[in-house]
């Protein structure tokens, strides 16, 4: 009794109740029949809920549509009251469909689409029909879910694919959708940009017209995953949270404020996905089993699939001069489909100054820089719109779209250009022209001269990688307060004064230098040790005062910027060690450009050797797979960038000139 005294009344009321014997079951008893003496309270929720919509001024419309092997989509129809023979917008999306198209709960289709449609004024001043379907896999919509979706084919056993998926969906569409014209355009944005594109490869006779925006391309070369071989392992939250649940419900977690910090007391990206179970999930395994260019990369390039097609539609591939997840993308595929367009009159080009998916939104400004005006807005409006209405409206005027409407940034003006790379119309031309590293951090259009230092060195510790923008540094992410999608046009100045960073300058420029292309990087380099990545940054530097905004003075803006690993010198699909000590010549593609460095301005240079967390760190130490590399592998080196004749680095502008 002592002890029992001690437990407490709840305690010893919980033993009496569940203690096995006539006391315990009476006790539940007695319980039971209370219970049922008291009278039920009728639930306030109906068995089943009609919604009202009498007052909105769409009707949403949920179906099913069945595909080819029996798998169902789940498709959001949006249908303006009143619509007659009104062309369709169709959207499909791994992002959720009605949370698309679910913005805001109000009667009016603009807002319930706004904020997260690909052209949400576009689409309620043109009239149309709005559709935005999940693919395969993802939310409501059923079957197996694989990232970017390989075509059937070598890397994809089954029957269906995206085209397919698209193929059966614009057919249903025609038929079950009566207050359409039986016209229908594709239009999307990054991933959607990429399901875009995936419509091009057989498409059913009543889709019109393209627009893929940003899109998803080639994963290892320049888009997501991958930049020459550089892994990009601050998209391994989007990696976890995409493919590890059907609706995106599993949370990536972090560790530290700084994502510099976390990534680095992980040691290497393979580990840090060990630690995080990611290697649960397919997309992952297939990530750290193909580090290199290989069949499994080649085979799902975008640009090398379209450019085995013929072109039966019109496109507009839309290009973000700073998009900060899929910058190499738009452009590649611009190229392949050009290249089909044998009566030039198919294939047209937008080059806007905006980050990733910018074009639906505010384009006055991206960061600090300022342009004057909505620049995303003039787009939608006066290029888009009447470029989707010329196709899919019935009696709509032809449109007046330009073969090529790229911004130039550094004068902020809308260009309309008969091709690109065109530097203006009328004659100009695009010279390739060498802007060489000299001695003394020097930048000039004049080779290097004999007598010279002939290289400039500088150690790369991966103990202290290069930040790739100030500390400390956010996750990947879109909500309130992230900065992700700017930071293409953080100032560089901070990189700049770092010992492990080359800042190669010119002098002040007297008149304007106008660049129209793809600038390429050229070093002649050495490292000691026996792989190196390499970053060669292109920047605007701005006078030491500017008038209008004043924080703008001395300002170092990067035009063109990208990574190339070093054990891809000679082969994309076989790496193979460097030989320490030997200058070395490596030749990459940066980021297309359309600038002009103004009188007064400066041009710079930058080469370093890490940019981090972005892209994980080379150890510098050849090793199979840098995924797996041990704490042992990681060493400091030191870099060398020739700088001499016969020996000379520099970057290749696509210098526009004038007759």
């Known amino acids: 009794m002592r002890r029992l005294a001690t437990i407490g009344l709840g305690m010893l009321l919980a033993v009496v109740l569940c203690a096995p014997g006539p006391v315990g079951m009476a006790g539940a008893q007695t319980v039971s029949a209370q219970a049922k003496s008291y009278a039920e309270l009728p639930s306030e929720t109906p068995a089943r809920l009609e919604v009202v919509t009498d007052s909105l001024d769409f009707e949403r419309r949920n179906v099913m549509i069945p595909m080819r092997d029996g798998v169902r989509l789940h498709t959001v129809i949006l249908v303006p009251k009143g619509a007659k023979r009104a062309p369709i917008l169709l959207t499909r999306t791994p992002y959720d469909a009605t949370a698309l198209t679910t913005h805001a709960h109000s009667a009016h289709l603009g ?113 997501d995953w991958f930049h020459n071989g550089a892994f990009r392992q601050q998209n391994m939250p989007y990696m976890y949270e995409q493919v590890a649940t059907r609706a995106n419900d599993a949370k990536w977690w972090t560790s530290h404020f700084d994502d510099y910090d976390m990534f680095m007391q992980a040691g290497s990206a393979g580990e840090l996905g060990r630690r995080r179970g990611l290697e649960q999930t397919g997309f992952w395994r297939k990530i750290l089993a193909h580090p290199a260019y290989d069949a499994f990369w080649q085979d799902q390039a975008v640009d090398r699939v379209l450019s085995a097609r013929p072109l039966r539609l019109p496109v507009m591939v839309v290009h973000s001069l700073w998009d900060q997840e899929d910058i190499y993308g738009a452009i590649a595929v611009y190229r392949a489909l050009e290249a089909r367009d044998t009566a030039n009159d198919r294939v047209f080009l937008v080059m806007g100054p905006w980050c990733h998916s910018q074009a639906i939104g505010d384009g006055s400004t991206l960061g600090a820089l300022r342009f004057g005006s909505d620049t995303a807005m003039t787009f939608r409006r006066e290029v888009l719109r009447p470029f989707l209405d010329a196709y899919l409206k019935d009696g709509a005027p032809k449109h007046d779209v330009a073969p090529v409407t790229a911004y130039e940034t550094g004068t902020n003006a809308w260009r309309r250009l008969p091709a690109w790379p065109a530097g203006c119309p009328g004659g100009c031309t695009v010279r390739p022209t060498p802007l060489h590293l000299a001695a003394g951090l020097a930048l000039r259009f004049d080779a290097p001269a004999a007598g010279n230092a002939p290289y400039t060195e500088y150690v790369s510790d991966p103990a202290k990688p290069v930040p790739y923008r100030a500390r400390p540094i956010q996750p990947v992410g879109y909500d309130d307060g992230m900065t992700w999608s700017r930071w293409l046009v953080d100032d560089q100045r901070e990189a700049s004064g770092r010992p492990d960073v080359l800042a190669f300058v010119s002098d002040v420029l007297a008149a304007p230098v106008k660049i129209s292309g793809q600038p390429i990087a050229n070093l002649v380099a050495s490292t000691s040790g026996t792989d190196s990545d390499w970053v060669v940054k292109l920047i605007d530097v701005y006078p030491d005062e500017v008038a209008d905004p004043p924080a703008m003075g001395g300002y170092q803006l990067m035009v063109a910027a990208d990574v190339f690993r070093g054990r891809y010198r000679e082969s994309l699909e076989k790496p193979a060690p460097l030989a320490p000590g030997v200058p070395l010549a490596y030749r990459f593609a940066l980021p297309p450009a359309n600038h002009v460095f103004l009188p007064g301005h400066r041009i710079m240079v930058q080469v370093q050797s890490s940019w981090f967390p972005l892209y994980d760190r080379n150890p510098q130490t050849f090793v199979p797979s840098i995924f797996f590399a041990g704490p042992d592998d990681y060493r400091k080196a030191v870099q060398r960038v020739y700088h001499e004749p016969g020996r000379a680095s520099f970057v290749e502008l696509p210098l526009v000139t004038t007759p």
């Open 111 to 223: 807002r319930a689409i706004s904020g997260y449609d690909h052209a949400a004024d576009v689409v309620v001043e043109g009239g149309y029909i709005r559709v935005v379907q999940d693919v395969r896999g993802k939310y409501g919509s059923e079957g197996d879910y694989v990232m970017n979706r390989p075509l059937s084919g070598p890397q994809n056993p089954t029957p269906v694919d995206h085209a397919t998926d698209t193929f059966d969906t614009v057919d249903w569409l025609v038929k079950h959708i009566p207050e359409s014209n039986g016209r229908v355009g594709i239009l999307g944005i990054s991933y959607n940009g990429f399901l875009t594109l995936m419509a091009l490869v057989d498409p059913h006779p009543a889709l019109k017209v393209a627009v893929p925006m940003n899109p998803m391309v080639d994963g290892w070369l320049g888009d």
